[in-house]
């Protein structure tokens, strides 16, 4: 039975990777407009609105984790640090991969560096982004180093990685919220249910919420996958945050939404309202599920919110790049099978990756050395006392 | 000293010179097949509509201050001095954002070619050295697009308006168009009638992205003097068990 699935999941991945491959071809060799279905009407299309938007939010638990435990110094969340930087990591490095699909000459994909515009968004995003992976590959290399035994650099890396970390959460808001800026441009093109001024400041909420529901979604993962019980009580704890950071978005989202008069074009026919409503009911349910007491301590449950929250992040970015553009846009647009396939083929790849990196480095940490630990304590009630004597 | 274009829609006769004379700028194919698509592409940077009897020209407006030249991060497109909005080829990586930001929707892309580039009209840019008029308004045979000093232009169609009242919609489309255009238009009717966006913001674009970017300097300062705050605040605590620990 386990192997039939080990199969399934195979022959799926195998799958996933030769579609990925053949619209490889079509995409370099024939152009954008043999793989994909944009046009001048509207330029910017899945690989922007998935593979770009979501993918940074769904990568935004690196910088959320990494202040939670080093700049908060709230211990207990230590043991999801490690996969939380490295789902980022991968995360920004796959969203380089997707943007040199969607860049029309990706080979000067580095030309921002030397040719600079600080009066665009699309300038400081790069940059940002540019910056902060190089952050997600200094705090990841530690787990290389203890791989590989490499105790001087290990200590070296030490003593920098606290001003690495500030620089990591700045970085984050910066370009977390930017993207969200990358729309203030369209005053008169989006829809007024998803334009607002306001549009950094939710970007940057829900990509923390994002963050942690991303956090919770692969620490369930990988504590089946690797028969681990250490994260459960981790992810419960996660989705009480969780539940306060999406009500916040709400009533930031809700309260603009009031100011501006927009709720007003809900009465406007039209598929808007219905996939504005899809993404509020799947931000809304999970915010509820996680303040009970009883979801909260079910893992199960836990997981199955932090899921609809993440279908209703990945519904909000897609309305903001899809459906809020397409009525001035005068065209109908649906993504390409060759684009959809590129965009399953690098999921699947930073599965797979995850995967590997978690095989061979040390990701996770030792649960019986952390429980010795915590025995070897004498004061089991101040965790913080104990960690700080592991230190 | 900028230079702006008046596109005078009563006078167009929709005979397609300025599309032919712009095709010979670009050095593209032009037929009667081209001639019929009436819309901007990669190849037809200007294209005449036909609405009924009358006919409108769509073309790069050429904002005062446009939305391509900021919000583009190579700095590609530019607004130079003497009006045109001009593209460096050579800086451009397909990025795309100046098309979704074209309130006009105007810049277009070679979908088709394997090394794509953006294309849009220039406002014959080798000839503004000259002062020359730009090819379309050479070849128009009815006087509809003339090539001018912008105050000028506005002049002259302000002039008109007041001398044919009857004959003109009251206004000047590219006035106060996202904050004001190179290109002039005058009409018969109400300017959405024949194909203009009359519901574009009335002040530049670039205003309103900037109003959340000029805050990341806040954001850096605030960023770290917080995080090291809650930093030390937070460690504090440790420090001094540490210390208590050791007496």
Same mark, same amino acid.
């Given at each position: 039975?386990?192997?039939?699935?080990?199969?399934?999941?195979?022959?799926?991945?195998?799958?996933?990777?030769?579609?990925?491959?053949?619209?490889?071809?079509?995409?370099?060799?024939?152009?954008?407009?043999?793989?994909?279905?944009?046009?001048?009407?509207?330029?910017?299309?899945?690989?922007?609105?998935?593979?770009?938007?979501?993918?940074?939010?769904?990568?935004?638990?690196?910088?959320?984790?990494?202040?939670?435990?080093?700049?908060?110094?709230?211990?207990?969340?230590?043991?999801?640090?490690?996969?939380?930087?490295?789902?980022?990591?991968?995360?920004?490095?796959?969203?380089?991969?997707?943007?040199?699909?969607?860049?029309?000459?990706?080979?000067?994909?580095?030309?921002?560096?030397?040719?600079?515009?600080?009066?665009?968004?699309?300038?400081?995003?790069?940059?940002?982004?540019?910056?902060?992976?190089?952050?997600?590959?200094?705090?990841?290399?530690?787990?290389?180093?203890?791989?590989?035994?490499?105790?001087?650099?290990?200590?070296?890396?030490?003593?920098?990685?606290?001003?690495?970390?500030?620089?990591?959460?700045?970085?984050?808001?910066?370009?977390?919220?930017?993207?969200?800026?990358?729309?203030?441009?369209?005053?008169?093109?989006?829809?007024?249910?998803?334009?607002?001024?306001?549009?950094?400041?939710?970007?940057?909420?829900?990509?923390?919420?994002?963050?942690?529901?991303?956090?919770?979604?692969?620490?369930?993962?990988?504590?089946?996958?690797?028969?681990?019980?250490?994260?459960?009580?981790?992810?419960?704890?996660?989705?009480?945050?969780?539940?306060?950071?999406?009500?916040?978005?709400?009533?930031?989202?809700?309260?603009?939404?009031?100011?501006?008069?927009?709720?007003?074009?809900?009465?406007?026919?039209?598929?808007?309202?219905?996939?504005?409503?899809?993404?509020?009911?799947?931000?809304?349910?999970?915010?509820?599920?996680?303040?009970?007491?009883?979801?909260?301590?079910?893992?199960?449950?836990?997981?199955?919110?932090?899921?609809?929250?993440?279908?209703?992040?990945?519904?909000?970015?897609?309305?903001?790049?899809?459906?809020?553009?397409?009525?001035?846009?005068?065209?109908?647009?649906?993504?390409?099978?060759?684009?959809?396939?590129?965009?399953?083929?690098?999921?699947?790849?930073?599965?797979?990756?995850?995967?590997?990196?978690?095989?061979?480095?040390?990701?996770?940490?030792?649960?019986?050395?952390?429980?010795?630990?915590?025995?070897?304590?004498?004061?089991?009630?101040?965790?913080?006392?104990?960690?700080?004597?592991?230190? | 000293?900028?230079?702006?274009?008046?596109?005078?829609?009563?006078?167009?006769?929709?005979?397609?010179?300025?599309?032919?004379? %712009? !095709?010979? @700028?670009?050095?593209?194919?032009?037929?009667?097949?081209?001639?019929? +698509?009436?819309? &901007?592409? #990669?190849?037809?940077?200007?294209?005449?509509?036909?609405?009924?009897?009358?006919?409108?020209?769509?073309?790069?407006?050429?904002?005062?201050?446009?939305?391509?030249?900021?919000?583009?991060?190579?700095?590609?497109?530019?607004?130079?001095?003497?009006?045109?909005?001009?593209?460096?080829?050579?800086?451009?990586?397909?990025?795309?954002?100046?098309?979704?930001?074209?309130?006009?929707?105007?810049?277009?892309?070679?979908?088709?070619?394997?090394?794509?580039?953006?294309?849009?009209?220039?406002? %014959? !840019?080798? @000839?503004?050295?000259?002062?020359?008029?730009?090819?379309?308004?050479? +070849?128009?045979? &009815?006087? #509809?697009?003339?090539?001018?000093?912008?105050?000028?232009?506005?002049?002259?169609?302000?002039?008109?308006?007041?001398?044919?009242?009857?004959?003109?919609?009251?206004?000047?489309?590219?006035?106060?168009?996202?904050?004001?255009?190179?290109?002039?238009?005058?009409?018969?009717?109400?300017?959405?009638?024949?194909?203009?966006?009359?519901?574009?913001?009335?002040?530049?674009?670039?205003?309103?992205?900037?109003?959340?970017?000029?805050?990341?300097?806040?954001?850096?300062?605030?960023?770290?003097?917080?995080?090291?705050?809650?930093?030390?605040?937070?460690?504090?605590?440790?420090?001094?068990?540490?210390?208590?620990?050791?007496?």
């Amino acid at each position: 039975m386990t192997l039939m699935r080990k199969y399934f999941w195979r022959g799926i991945f195998w799958i996933l990777i030769a579609g990925g491959a053949w619209s490889t071809f079509v995409r370099f060799y024939y152009g954008l407009g043999a793989s994909t279905n944009l046009s001048d009407q509207f330029p910017w299309g899945i690989w922007i609105g998935f593979d770009i938007l979501c993918g940074v939010g769904l990568a935004a638990g690196g910088f959320t984790l990494a202040a939670i435990v080093h700049i908060f110094n709230i211990k207990s969340f230590h043991a999801i640090v490690r996969p939380a930087i490295l789902t980022a990591f991968l995360g920004y490095l796959l969203v380089v991969v997707a943007l040199m699909f969607d860049l029309g000459r990706p080979y000067r994909i580095w030309h921002p560096i030397i040719m600079w515009n600080p009066r665009s968004v699309m300038f400081e995003v790069g940059w940002c982004v540019t910056l902060y992976t190089t952050v997600l590959f200094l705090e990841f290399l530690p787990a290389v180093l203890e791989r590989f035994k490499l105790r001087k650099a290990q200590a070296v890396l030490k003593n920098v990685m606290l001003p690495i970390i500030i620089a990591g959460v700045i970085l984050s808001t910066l370009h977390q919220s930017s993207l969200g800026s990358l729309f203030l441009i369209f005053p008169n093109k989006l829809h007024p249910l998803w334009y607002t001024s306001m549009l950094p400041v939710l970007f940057y909420v829900s990509a923390i919420a994002t963050g942690l529901a991303m956090t919770i979604f692969e620490s369930w993962h990988s504590s089946k996958a690797f028969g681990r019980q250490l994260e459960y009580s981790l992810i419960c704890k996660l989705s009480r945050i969780l539940a306060v950071v999406i009500s916040v978005y709400m009533a930031l989202r809700f309260l603009d939404l009031i100011h501006r008069g927009a709720l007003s074009t809900l009465n406007q026919p039209g598929m808007e309202r219905w996939l504005f409503g899809l993404e509020i009911v799947l931000m809304a349910v999970p915010m509820l599920m996680f303040f009970r007491e009883k979801t909260r301590e079910n893992p199960h449950s836990v997981y199955l919110g932090a899921v609809l929250f993440l279908l209703g992040f990945v519904t909000n970015r897609l309305n903001m790049s899809t459906t809020a553009l397409e009525a001035s846009s005068g065209v109908k647009y649906f993504p390409k099978w060759t684009e959809l396939a590129v965009t399953l083929a690098i999921i699947a790849a930073g599965f797979a990756i995850f995967r590997f990196a978690v095989h061979y480095l040390p990701i996770f940490e030792d649960e019986h050395a952390h429980e010795e630990e915590q025995r070897d304590s004498p004061a089991h009630d101040l965790p913080v006392l104990a960690t700080a004597k592991g230190d | 000293m900028a230079r702006a274009l008046l596109y005078d829609s009563t006078l167009c006769v929709g005979c397609r010179q300025c599309e032919s004379a %712009c !095709s010979t @700028r670009w050095k593209l194919p032009y037929d009667d097949k081209i001639a019929a +698509e009436e819309k &901007t592409s #990669a190849h037809k940077l200007t294209t005449i509509r036909t609405y009924g009897e009358r006919f409108s020209r769509k073309l790069c407006m050429h904002c005062q201050d446009p939305a391509c030249a900021s919000v583009c991060p190579v700095a590609a497109l530019r607004k130079t001095a003497a009006g045109p909005v001009v593209y460096e080829a050579d800086r451009c990586m397909g990025c795309r954002y100046c098309m979704a930001a074209c309130p006009f929707q105007v810049p277009s892309y070679e979908w088709n070619a394997r090394l794509p580039l953006v294309r849009k009209c220039d406002f %014959c !840019s080798d @000839r503004v050295p000259t002062n020359g008029p730009t090819r379309c308004s050479e +070849e128009c045979p &009815t006087g #509809a697009s003339i090539t001018g000093e912008r105050s000028q232009l506005i002049a002259e169609a302000k002039k008109r308006i007041a001398e044919k009242p009857t004959e003109y919609y009251q206004k000047i489309y590219g006035i106060e168009e996202v904050g004001g255009t190179s290109v002039l238009v005058l009409s018969a009717v109400p300017f959405e009638q024949i194909g203009y966006n009359t519901k574009v913001e009335k002040s530049a674009l670039p205003q309103y992205t900037w109003n959340a970017l000029q805050h990341i300097p806040d954001v850096v300062v605030m960023g770290t003097v917080l995080m090291g705050g809650v930093y030390w605040i937070s460690h504090r605590k440790e420090q001094v068990a540490k210390e208590e620990g050791r007496q």
